[in-house]
């Protein structure tokens, strides 16, 4: 199934990759919209979450990101190449594009899903759940051990920082800096 994976991403083409990235994440976006009217009656319920005047932005979410990517880059130099091994959609995401397009991805991404899995998910139906399905919709990783594990444990961490700090903010912050970070790490990587 890996392989297969494989083969789909080196047929796309950079335009359709970006297409199915800036599209999944609209389809998250309106999935968060649909389950938050349902589940909260108010679709903007899970805005409310969100507290960009708090301190613990920096001291939490920033402090938790730097740990996150410092473990990252120290595993990638450990560890074999396969275990980042994603059938080569980060490489494809992040080598072409420039700086400013990174970040907006980043942006974008961090914010849908941060919305959809800690904003509507976590808060109605825990931790546990929002961890798991967020694990799945990463779809890319269910064929590696490692990243499956991997994104299982980062998707329980950023969903504790949340219970801790009750605020969007701070994990859609840490969202984007691990993966601007990692994103910035592979574009300069392969630009050498």
Same mark, same amino acid.
């Given at each position: 199934?890996?392989?297969k994976?494989? &083969? ?14 800036y ?5 998250l976006?309106?999935?968060?919209l ?10 903007? #319920?899970?805005? *409310?979450?969100?507290?960009?005047? &708090?301190? *613990?932005i920096? #001291? ?11 473990? &990252?880059?120290?595993?990638?130099? *450990?560890l ?15 080598? &072409?594009?420039?700086?400013? %397009? ?9 914010? #849908? ?8 998910? *976590? ?14 919709? %990463? ?7 490692f ?27 840490? %969202?984007?800096l691990?993966d ?13």
């Open positions: 199934m890996k392989n994976q494989k &083969d789909i991403v080196a047929k796309l083409t950079d335009k359709e990759l970006l297409l199915n990235v599209l999944s994440q609209l389809i976006l309106i999935i968060s649909v389950l938050s009217w349902l589940l909260f009656s108010n679709v903007f #319920t899970p805005l *409310q979450f969100y507290n960009f005047m &708090d301190g *613990q920096l #001291t939490v979410g920033v402090s938790a990101a730097c740990i996150v990517v410092l473990i &990252d880059l120290i595993l990638m130099k *450990q074999p190449p396969r275990f980042y091994d994603d059938g080569g959609i980060n490489e494809r995401l992040f080598t &072409d594009r420039g700086v400013f %397009h990174i970040f907006l991805m980043c942006i974008c991404i961090a914010f #849908t899903e941060e919305l959809l899995f800690r904003g509507v998910i *976590q808060s109605y139906f825990g931790l546990i759940v929002a961890s798991i399905i967020f694990a799945l919709v %990463h779809y890319r990783y269910l064929f590696n051990w990243l499956f594990v991997n994104i299982v444990l980062l998707s329980f961490f950023i969903g504790v920082i949340y219970e801790w700090t009750d605020n969007l903010a701070v994990t859609t912050v840490m %969202h984007f691990i601007f970070s990692l994103g910035l790490f592979i574009y300069y990587k392969n630009k050498r």
